[in-house]
């Protein structure tokens, strides 16, 4: 069974910065693809930033491109994803969720993703 942990949200002011982890458990070494996502009040659930379980190349959303960075740890066959959040701004508080994928997916859609975490809340103040 695939359980997805994420922990790290909290409080910051505006410019500084959060590592988000993922603790993943349950999915097949190297066929599958993790991601961030967030959902902010009243709006969906956005794409933030993924990468793959086997490596290669991460990929972001426009909006968090240059401050965003994914990625992953497998050591000891226990995988972490990690989000290192840098200059955050207000708009980027939201609920972030972690999620994987079975698949090699390069995309954006939500529900390309079949496992997701409880998330955990990022609040950036002005």
């Known amino acids: 069974q695939v359980q997805l942990v994420e922990s790290g949200g909290g409080w910051v002011q505006a410019g500084g910065s959060l590592r988000l982890s993922c603790a993943a458990s349950?999915?097949?070494?190297?066929?599958?693809?993790m991601g961030w996502f967030r959902r902010a009040p009243e709006n969906e659930r956005e794409f933030v930033a993924a990468?793959?379980?086997?490596?290669?190349?991460?990929?972001?959303a426009d909006s968090v491109k240059g401050r965003f960075t994914i990625s992953r740890d497998n050591a000891k066959n226990a995988l972490t994803v990690y989000l290192q959040m840098n200059s955050l701004k207000p708009e980027d508080t939201a609920v972030y969720y972690c999620?994987?994928?079975?698949?090699?997916?390069?995309?954006?859609?939500?529900?390309?993703?079949?496992?997701w975490g409880q998330g955990t809340q990022v609040n950036v103040s002005s």
């Open positions: 990468i793959f379980g086997s490596g290669g190349v991460p990929y972001y």
């Open positions: 999620a994987a994928a079975r698949k090699m997916y390069y995309g954006s859609a939500p529900a390309a993703y079949d496992y």
């Open positions: 349950g999915l097949t070494f190297g066929t599958y693809t």
